[in-house]
């Protein structure tokens, strides 16, 4: 890593306004040009307001990563304790929630960067495994986690606005051997 890669830390509560701004960007860029401008609307004033995004920060259950690039954001991702759906059988199954990366920083090796934080951040709440949801029309996201070792155990429907969408649900054990995490307090280890 050189002086001028960009930094992976835990969010902080003064964060909350400048993530809510990024992550309703980033998801409109990503998902709005395939669904129905209102579903998307929905979804993201449901998600990412600056309030929503303080409630997240101050929850022990969740870790949120934040990857600060030379203009602002360049990605995050929020990991969390939550109940895995039935085809999720593995044991301490913790969430990737959210796995954004801003499109500038594509193809930079940041995702990979940031996906083994967020392995350090599953072992800290606790994981012995990692899973996620992605929409099954969303062929680059699930390319990605394959290649970072998940694999599809099954199905899930996620609603964006009014309209119930196929996601697929994958799965991979938690790998922290040399990797840096994220301790549940936000110190860096």
Same mark, same amino acid.
């Given at each position: 890593?050189?002086?001028? +890669?960009? /930094? @992976?830390?835990?969010?902080?509560?003064?964060?909350?306004?400048?993530?809510?701004?990024?992550? !309703?960007? @980033?998801?409109?860029?990503?998902?709005?040009?395939? #669904?129905?401008?209102?579903?998307?609307? !929905?979804?993201?004033?449901? +998600?990412?307001?600056?309030?929503?995004?303080?409630?997240? %920060?101050?929850?022990? $259950?969740?870790?949120?990563?934040?990857?600060?690039?030379?203009?602002?954001?360049?990605?995050?991702? /929020?990991?969390?304790? &939550? =109940?895995?759906?039935?085809?999720? =059988?593995?044991?301490?199954?913790?969430?990737?929630?959210?796995?954004?990366?801003?499109?500038?920083?594509?193809?930079?090796?940041?995702? /990979?960067?940031?996906?083994?934080?967020?392995?350090?951040?599953?072992? !800290? %709440?606790? *994981?012995? +495994?990692?899973?996620? +949801?992605?929409?099954?029309? #969303?062929?680059?996201?699930?390319?990605?986690?394959?290649?970072?070792?998940?694999? $599809?155990?099954? *199905?899930? @429907?996620?609603? %964006?606005?009014?309209?119930? /969408? #196929?996601?697929?649900?994958?799965?991979?054990?938690? &790998?922290?051997?040399? %990797?840096?995490?994220?301790?549940?307090? *936000? $110190? $860096? =280890?």
């Amino acid at each position: 890593m050189t002086p001028a +890669s960009p /930094q @992976i830390r835990r969010a902080e509560p003064a964060d909350a306004p400048a993530l809510a701004r990024f992550a !309703a960007r @980033i998801f409109a860029e990503t998902f709005g040009p395939d #669904n129905r401008p209102e579903d998307t609307a !929905a979804h993201v004033a449901r +998600s990412f307001g600056p309030a929503h995004q303080a409630r997240e %920060l101050a929850d022990p $259950d969740f870790v949120t990563l934040v990857v600060d690039g030379s203009d602002g954001l360049a990605a995050y991702a /929020q990991v969390r304790r &939550t =109940t895995a759906p039935p085809c999720v =059988t593995t044991d301490a199954p913790v969430e990737l929630y959210r796995f954004y990366v801003d499109r500038p920083w594509h193809g930079r090796g940041l995702a /990979q960067r940031l996906m083994e934080a967020v392995h350090g951040a599953a072992s !800290a %709440l606790g *994981g012995r +495994s990692v899973w996620l +949801s992605v929409w099954e029309r #969303n062929p680059r996201g699930i390319a990605f986690y394959t290649k970072c070792g998940y694999r $599809d155990v099954g *199905g899930a @429907i996620f609603m %964006l606005g009014t309209d119930p /969408q #196929n996601d697929r649900v994958l799965v991979v054990p938690v &790998t922290v051997h040399g %990797l840096k995490g994220v301790r549940p307090n *936000g $110190d $860096d =280890t």
